[in-house]
T-cell receptor
Framework: SAVISQKPSRDICQRGTSLTIQCQVD?????MFWYRQQPGQSLTLIAT?????????ESGFVIDKFPISRPNLTFSTLTVSNMSPEDSSIYLC?????????????FGPGTRLLVL | SQQGEEDPQALSIQEGENATMNCSYK?????LQWYRQNSGRGLVHLIL?????REKHSGRLRVTLDTSKKSSSLLITASRAADTASYFC??????????????FGKGTKLSVIP
C-alpha cells in the first residue's frame, strides 16, 4: 500500500481565485490520478499525471482550468483556476501501486473545497 | 461512459444484519474493485476481484463477480455501526492503453442502525 497525504485538507475560497492542491506519496509511483467528487456524486476522473510527461485530461476537463504538475515520482499538484461555486467539491489524488494486486489504486484523504 | 452502477442507492439495516450491494457495468473489464468512503473522507480500498475470479473473501466482506451478467455484489456480514459509509464499485477500462483508469459508480449509501 501507500501513504498519501494531501494539502490543504479543506479550504474556503472566493470566486475568481485559484487554489493549488498538493499530493504527496511515501513511495515512488509512476501513475497518479486526480479525481473530483461533487456533492452527493461519485468520483470523476479529471486527469492522469505521469512524471515526465504532460497530464492527460478526461473529456470535460482542460489544462487551463485544472493545470497539473508532476515534478517527481512522489509529488503532484492540481490547481483549480478561476474558481466558481460549481467547483465546490472534494478533490482526491490517487496512485497505482504495483504488487500482488497490481491494478489497485490507493487514494489520498481528499481536499474539501468550498467556493463562495 | 459511466460504468459501475450500484444498487440500491441507499440501504438501511440493523446492526448484526447482512448488507448486500450490487454493481453492474457495461463493457469488458480486467478487474473490479470495491471502495468505502466515510462521510466527507477519502476512499478506502476494500477488495479487488479479477475478471477470471468468481468470488473473493476478506474478513466480513464477500465479493462475487459474474462477467456473463456484467455484475458484482458486495456482501457485508454481521454489520456494525462502523460500517456506515458509502460503498463504490470501480471498474478499469478493460484492454487498451487506458485500462488502468478507474470508472466509479454512484455508490450505495449504507446506514447501520445500532
Amino acid at each position: 500500500s501507500a501513504v498519501i497525504s494531501q494539502k490543504p485538507s479543506r479550504d474556503i475560497c472566493q470566486r475568481g481565485t485559484s487554489l493549488t492542491i498538493q499530493c504527496q506519496v511515501d513511495s515512488q509511483v509512476t501513475m497518479m490520478f486526480w479525481y473530483r467528487q461533487q456533492p452527493g456524486q461519485s468520483l470523476t476522473l479529471i486527469a492522469t499525471a505521469n512524471q515526465g510527461s504532460e497530464a492527460t485530461y478526461e473529456s470535460g476537463f482542460v489544462i487551463d482550468k485544472f493545470p497539473i504538475s508532476r515534478p517527481n515520482l512522489t509529488f503532484s499538484t492540481l490547481t483549480v483556476s478561476n474558481m466558481s461555486p460549481e467547483d465546490s467539491s472534494i478533490y482526491l489524488c490517487s496512485v497505482e501501486i504495483r504488487g500482488r494486486n497490481r491494478e489497485t489504486q490507493y487514494f489520498g484523504p481528499g481536499t474539501r473545497l468550498l467556493v463562495l | 461512459s459511466q460504468q459501475g452502477e450500484e444498487d440500491p442507492q441507499a440501504l438501511s439495516i440493523q446492526e448484526g444484519e447482512n448488507a448486500t450491494m450490487n454493481c453492474s457495468y457495461k463493457t469488458s473489464i480486467n478487474n473490479l474493485q470495491w471502495y468505502r468512503q466515510n462521510s466527507g473522507r477519502g476512499l478506502v480500498h476494500l477488495i479487488l476481484i479479477r475478471s477470471n475470479e468468481r468470488e473473493k473473501h476478506s474478513g466480513r466482506l464477500r465479493v462475487t463477480l459474474d462477467t456473463s451478467k456484467k455484475s458484482s455484489s458486495l456482501l457485508i456480514t454481521a454489520s456494525r455501526a462502523a460500517d456506515t459509509a458509502s460503498y463504490f464499485c470501480a471498474t478499469d477500462g478493460g484492454s487498451g492503453a487506458g485500462s488502468y483508469q478507474l470508472t466509479f459508480g454512484k455508490g450505495t449509501k449504507l446506514s447501520v442502525i445500532p
